[in-house]
């Protein structure tokens, strides 16, 4: 496993700050945003600029998701990152035509499957850049089956091929 000192926390809040300021002082895309060294901080943790640039403007433009839920987010995907891919990215990046329909449903539940799918390519590093795991969707889904991002992609990764843990978890949490 790898080190979990909390230097990295602070070097991540420090940068996620940073960004918001920038952000709000007119910087509108990740390109440019990021200094090679923090790119490169980045990805030593797992983590790409586009990612945290999504995170950025959604959290200045919308309000969520929050720096905590931001920072929870990226130590799982972190955590994954050096836990089964031992430090190594993906060679691959999904398509957004691969995921299932925003219409399609499961457990009566619309979006579902999409963000299972989703979060399942989060804790790989494979998501392209023009599509981020809790986006406004995701979080309006997640909030009505009463589930923090954080959360549901930890459970994610905890039911990894067995959609019965995934889907009897929200299931669960959806009658409390």
Request: aromatic letters at 12%; hydrophobic letters at 35%.
């Amino acid at each position: 496993m790898h080190d979990e000192s909390s230097d990295w926390v602070y070097e991540f809040r420090t940068l996620f700050d940073n960004k918001v300021n920038a952000y709000k002082n007119g910087t509108r895309s990740a390109d440019g945003m990021f200094s090679k060294k923090e790119e490169d901080f980045l990805r030593s943790i797992g983590a790409t600029s586009q990612e945290i640039f999504d995170f950025v403007e959604d959290w200045c433009d919308d309000g969520e998701p929050d720096p905590e839920t931001v920072l929870a987010i990226t130590r799982i995907r972190r955590d994954y990152f050096f836990q089964e891919q031992q430090g190594r990215f993906s060679e691959h990046s999904i398509m957004t035509s691969e995921l299932p329909s925003r219409h399609e449903s499961l457990a009566g539940l619309e979006w579902f499957p999409r963000i299972i799918e989703k979060a399942k390519a989060k804790l790989r590093g494979e998501l392209p850049a023009d599509l981020m795991y809790s986006c406004g969707a995701d979080r309006r889904f997640l909030k009505k089956v009463n589930i923090d991002p954080a959360e549901f992609l930890r459970v994610v990764w905890e039911g990894g091929d067995n959609a019965d843990h995934i889907l009897k978890f929200v299931t669960d949490r959806t009658k409390t």
